[in-house]
């Protein structure tokens, strides 16, 4: 709650936190390798991306089709921020979308 109010006086503190962290070793790690249930032919299917990013946020760098799909996009970046870097340009700069990856 208190970094949910310092966000929300001050959008200028989330691009300081993430310079931080940035020096901090080991913050951003790389996504883990997609889950081998994702297969091509489910990159078509909004539910099953769905819950495969809900499992694993970085499925998402998979699903090109539904990264411009917010609700795709949130629920991947709910469970791991880093998820952020494979959403549609636009999405990196929704405050709702940053602050759930932030979050995470």
């Known amino acids: 709650s208190v970094v949910l109010g310092a966000f929300a006086s001050d959008w ?3 691009d300081l936190a993430l310079h931080n962290f940035r020096a901090e070793r ?3 790690l ?3 390798k ?3 249930c994702l297969e091509a032919q489910e990159l078509c299917n ?3 991306v769905l819950n495969a990013v809900s499992e694993n946020g970085c499925d998402l760098k998979h699903a090109a089709k539904f ?3 917010r609700d795709v996009v949130m629920a991947a970046v709910s469970k ?3 998820a952020l870097e494979f959403a549609a340009q636009h999405f990196r ?3 709702e979308l940053v602050l759930a990856a932030v979050l995470s």
């Open 12 to 14: 200028k503190i989330l």
């Open 30 to 32: 790389p996504c883990p």
């Open 67 to 69: 990264q411009g799909d």
């Open 34 to 36: 997609p889950a081998p």
């Open 26 to 28: 080991g913050f951003m």
């Open 46 to 48: 909004r539910d099953l």
């Open 93 to 95: 700069q929704d405050r």
């Open 80 to 82: 791991d921020g880093r």
